[in-house]
């Protein structure tokens, strides 16, 4: 299973940056989907998720509204869209198939969850 994640790089306090998630082996239109993050010394976190029903939505705190989630069912991409970018939003970023999704937290589905690489996001002025 290849999870494909992109879009990362150096930017600017508030600037904006769309990160993307593909996978060459699933079809991620009905998955639930999150993006999870990693930050030098952290313990990793959930971000955004969102069911396979796109019925329910997941945001950390740290980023409601300023970050959003989206898919393109035509290109079987998932994309974060990360606004006003701040420099504690430096990390690795990840996608995920398969978490748990709650309106209250996701979490990570371990063993039904598969993983990509992770971009780099470096939020510096």
């Known amino acids: 299973v290849q999870l494909q994640a992109s879009g990362g790089g150096l930017v600017q306090p508030g600037e904006t940056l769309r990160l993307s998630c593909t996978a060459s082996e699933f079809i991620l239109n009905a998955l639930a989907m999150g993006w999870f993050r990693q930050a030098p010394g952290k313990e990793r976190e959930a971000v955004s998720c969102?069911?396979?029903?796109?019925?329910?939505?997941y945001y950390a705190d740290s980023v409601k509204g300023r970050f959003f989630v989206s898919r393109d069912k035509d290109k079987n991409m998932v994309y974060l869209s990360m606004y006003d970018l701040k420099p504690e939003d430096t990390a690795v970023y990840y996608c995920v198939t398969d978490p748990v999704v709650r309106g209250y937290g996701c979490y990570d589905g371990g063993k039904d969850s598969s993983w990509g690489q992770g971009t780099q996001v470096t939020v510096s002025s």
């Open positions: 969102i069911n396979g029903g796109d019925l329910i939505a």
